[in-house]
T-cell receptor, first 113, second 114 residues
Framework: DTGVSQNPRHKITKRGQNVTFRCDPISEHNRLYWYRQTLGQGPEFLTY????????KSRLLSDRFSAERPKGSFSTLEIQRTEQGDSAMYLC???????????FGSGTRLTVV | AQSVTQLGSHVSVSEGALVLLRCNYS??????LFWYVQYPNQGLQLLLK??????LVKGINGFEAEFKKSETSFHLTKPSAHMSDAAEYFCAVSVGTNAGKSTFGDGTTLTVKP
C-alpha cells in the first residue's frame, strides 16, 4: 500500500480560474476527508465521504467548492472561480473507522495570483 | 459541537528535557482524541489515539498522552526530548460511533535546543 496520494503537489492559478485536485486514499479505507490548512492554523474540515456518499459538508464552504467520490474510490475537489483567499494547503485523509484516526496525504498547495 | 484548545502555540525545550504539550477538549459525549505530528515539509502523521480503552495511551517515538475526563484534557508528554522531535503537533477530537470529521487545534510548534 502506498498510502494516501494527492495530485498535484503544487498548483499556481490565476484568480477566476477553476482548479481540480485529486486524492487516492488507501484502498481498504471507506472514509475520505478533505481539509484545508493555512499558515499557523490547524486543518479545517471541508467535507467527508463514506464510500461514495458525501455525508457532511462544512457550512463555511462556499458553493464554489464541490467534491466527488465516484464509485467510492478516488475523490476530486474542484474550486470554481478561484479567489486569493482560497490559497492554502488542501489535505486529503482516509480512515477505516472513526476511531482509527486518519492517514493523511502530503497535500496540494494552491496559490492563487 | 466538539472543539479543541491547544495551550501555547510555541514550546521550546532543551534536548533531554521533559516535553509537555497541552490539549483541552470540549465535547458533550465521550470523545475520540488524537495527536498528530507534522515534520517540516511532510504530511500529518498519527502519533497516538484515545478510544475509551486505557486512559494512558502510548504512541510512536516515545510519546504518550493521558485522558483526564475531569479536566477535559489530553496532554502529550515525552520524558526526554530529542532533536528529531522538533515539529508541529496537533490535537484533534472526534465524537460518536459513526463520527465523521475530526476537529483540530491550531497546533503547537516544538523547538528542541541542543
Amino acid at each position: 500500500d502506498t498510502g494516501v496520494s494527492q495530485n498535484p503537489r503544487h498548483k499556481i492559478t490565476k484568480r477566476g480560474q477553476n482548479v481540480t485536485f485529486r486524492c487516492d486514499p488507501i484502498s481498504e479505507h471507506n472514509r475520505l476527508y478533505w481539509y484545508r490548512q493555512t499558515l499557523g492554523q490547524g486543518p479545517e474540515f471541508l467535507t467527508y465521504f463514506q464510500n461514495e456518499a458525501q455525508l457532511e459538508k462544512s457550512r463555511l464552504l462556499s458553493d464554489r467548492f464541490s467534491a466527488e467520490r465516484p464509485k467510492g474510490s478516488f475523490s476530486t475537489l474542484e474550486i470554481q472561480r478561484t479567489e486569493q483567499g482560497d490559497s492554502a494547503m488542501y489535505l486529503c485523509a482516509s480512515s477505516g473507522q472513526a476511531s482509527y484516526g486518519y492517514t493523511f496525504g502530503s497535500g496540494t498547495r494552491l496559490t492563487v495570483v | 459541537a466538539q472543539s479543541v484548545t491547544q495551550l501555547g502555540s510555541h514550546v521550546s525545550v532543551s534536548e533531554g528535557a521533559l516535553v509537555l504539550l497541552r490539549c483541552n477538549y470540549s465535547s458533550s459525549v465521550p470523545p475520540y482524541l488524537f495527536w498528530y505530528v507534522q515534520y517540516p515539509n511532510q504530511g500529518l502523521q498519527l502519533l497516538l489515539k484515545y478510544t475509551s480503552a486505557a486512559t494512558l495511551v502510548k504512541g510512536i517515538n516515545g510519546f504518550e498522552a493521558e485522558f483526564k475526563k475531569s479536566e477535559t484534557s489530553f496532554h502529550l508528554t515525552k520524558p526526554s526530548a530529542h532533536m528529531s522531535d522538533a515539529a508541529e503537533y496537533f490535537c484533534a477530537v472526534s465524537v460518536g460511533t459513526n463520527a465523521g470529521k475530526s476537529t483540530f487545534g491550531d497546533g503547537t510548534t516544538l523547538t528542541v535546543k541542543p
